[in-house]
Structure formats: structure tokens, C-alpha cells
């Protein structure tokens, strides 16, 4: 093979495999959940325990899906009260947003001088979080 093929197959070969992804990863986002563990804990309904954890911030078993600001005895912001009014369910996309920046995304979704108690933003790794409690229900304990 001439030199010049070589690094047009090595160039469609790293094109090939770094596109875009669009899904998180469930598991590299159970080990950056680790990273939450200081205020979240993962609590089943019947109250079994899947990640131990702080309870500086809500039980996020079953966030995703989940009406903002809405689990059980837990004292939310007036941020996070107001979400919950404005009825924002959370998603991956949303959940990953909030997790990346909670203060700007309080602003963008009800406008500024909303912000959240949440002391703690994580700039890369929020989708593959996202991912992982997406799907912690199914992938056992
Ligand atoms: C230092 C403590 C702390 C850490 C670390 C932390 N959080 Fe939080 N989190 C909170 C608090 C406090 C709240 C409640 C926010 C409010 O009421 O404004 C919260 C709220 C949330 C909510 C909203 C839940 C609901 O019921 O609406 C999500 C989602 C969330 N956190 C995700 C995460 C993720 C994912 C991580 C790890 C990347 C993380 N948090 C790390 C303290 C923390």
C-alpha cells in the first residue's frame, strides 16, 4: 500500500471511531456517580439500599423520569420548588444540563435569580451520570 493510502484508511479508521455519541455510558457513569455520593444516596421504594450515600441532597433513585423536586421528605430550594411548579420532569438531557451547571440552568428554565442549593457542578461526564440512573433500576444491585 502507498503512503498516501495508508493515512487515508488511518484517518477513516479515527473518523470511524470517534463520532459523536448521543447516548451516555452506563458504565463509566456509575463510577463518576461516585462523585455524588457525598450528598445522594440511591434508595429504592421499599427502602433498600443500592448506593449508599449523603443525604445533603435527595434520593435520586428514580430521577429521571421523576417530577423535579419532588422526592419524599426532602426540604428543596425555592429554586427547585419553583421547577417543580413549573412542572419540569426530569430527563436525561435536563438532568445532565442541571448536573453540568445547576444555577444557569435554574436561569435559563425560569429566569434569572433562581438558583439551586446544590453546591457541587460537573463539567464533563454529566450524560454518562444521566445514562447510568437512567438505567439503575435494571442493571441490578
Ligand atoms: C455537596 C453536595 C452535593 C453533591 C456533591 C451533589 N449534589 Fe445534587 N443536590 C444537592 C442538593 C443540596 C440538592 C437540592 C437542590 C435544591 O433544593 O436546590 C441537589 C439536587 C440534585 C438534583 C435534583 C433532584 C430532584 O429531586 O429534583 C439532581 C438531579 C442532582 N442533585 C444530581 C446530582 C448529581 C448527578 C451529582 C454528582 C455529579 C450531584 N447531584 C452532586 C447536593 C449535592
Given at each position: 500500500m502507498t503512503k498516501s493510502a495508508w493515512s487515508l484508511w488511518i484517518g477513516l479508521a479515527i473518523s470511524l471511531g470517534s463520532g459523536p455519541t448521543f447516548a451516555g455510558d452506563i458504565a463509566k457513569g456509575e463510577k463518576l456517580f461516585g462523585n455524588c455520593l457525598a450528598c445522594h444516596r440511591l434508595q429504592g421504594?421499599?427502602?433498600?439500599?443500592?448506593r449508599k450515600g449523603g443525604?445533603?441532597?435527595?434520593?435520586?433513585?428514580?430521577?429521571?423520569?421523576r417530577l423535579a423536586?419532588?422526592?419524599?421528605?426532602y426540604e428543596y430550594s425555592e429554586g427547585l420548588q419553583a421547577l417543580q411548579k413549573s412542572g419540569q420532569v426530569w430527563s436525561k438531557e435536563s438532568l445532565t444540563a442541571f448536573v453540568v451547571n445547576p444555577n444557569d440552568f435554574l436561569s435559563v428554565q425560569l429566569g434569572p435569580g433562581h438558583t439551586s442549593k446544590m453546591p457541587f457542578a460537573l463539567p464533563d461526564g454529566a450524560a454518562d451520570i444521566a445514562e447510568y440512573l437512567a438505567n439503575v433500576a435494571t442493571i441490578g444491585r
Open positions: 421504594d421499599d427502602g433498600t439500599t443500592i443525604r445533603a441532597g435527595p434520593n435520586l433513585f428514580g430521577v429521571v423520569g423536586g419532588s422526592a419524599p421528605s
